[in-house]
């Protein structure tokens, strides 16, 4: 990887960082007047429909502050914080998310854990099963669907094969995962058939 693709990874993680810092205040001060109105007796579809909106928008800005964002080497991330993230995000939706990580991680790690979850989004559109957990020193993700849309052209790039000026923006954590990789010294596993992915790093 040469610097000016280091240089490159780290403004984008800063800028991840600072829209994701500028936009999660607004979006507390509209949950907070929210609530007020809900204290002085107003309600209906409308308010909850607003309430269900800021409340998806806030738990995304948290994943996409820990995917997206900076990463120092000391930074922490607790499990309490990770657990609360992936339920608010996945909680309500056809994708179940178990992280069987009992302890807390460094958050260059939970970044990449992020990243791959992303990865695996992807590929169960339709909803599954995923679990996260950790042992031997490593990290390992599998995702299971009746319906797994695997393009192997994108997944290619994980390991570095694939260009990467043919991603789409919603596709950006799988150009982004290596890279996380890259700075914890550790590269990535991949297994995959016709109901079932699993990754390694």
Request: aromatic share 6%; with cysteine; net charge negative.
């Amino acid at each position: 990887m040469s610097s000016d693709e280091t240089t490159a990874v780290d403004l984008a993680s800063l800028i991840g960082s600072r829209i994701c810092h500028d936009l999660i205040s607004p979006i507390g001060a509209i949950g907070n007047g929210l609530e007020l109105l809900s204290m002085s007796g107003a309600g209906g579809p409308e308010v909850a429909l607003i309430s269900d909106s800021v409340s998806n928008a806030n738990a995304r800005i948290r994943f996409f502050r820990i995917a997206f964002g900076y990463a120092s080497p000391d930074q922490g991330t607790s499990r309490s914080e990770i657990t609360a993230i992936l339920q608010d995000i996945y909680g309500q939706t056809r994708l179940k998310v178990e992280w069987n990580v009992p302890s807390d991680c460094h958050r260059q790690e939970a970044k990449a854990a992020f990243l791959a979850l992303q990865c695996l989004e992807s590929a169960l559109p339709f909803g599954g099963d995923v679990s996260v957990s950790r042992g031997d020193g490593a990290w390992h993700f599998t995702g299971r669907s009746t319906k797994l849309k695997f393009d192997p052209e994108i997944w290619a790039c994980l390991s570095g094969s694939a260009p990467l000026a043919d991603l789409d923006p919603k596709h950006v954590h799988f150009a982004l995962l290596p890279e996380a990789l890259s700075r914890l010294g550790r590269t990535i596993t991949l297994h995959q058939d016709e109901s079932l992915i699993t990754l390694s790093f």
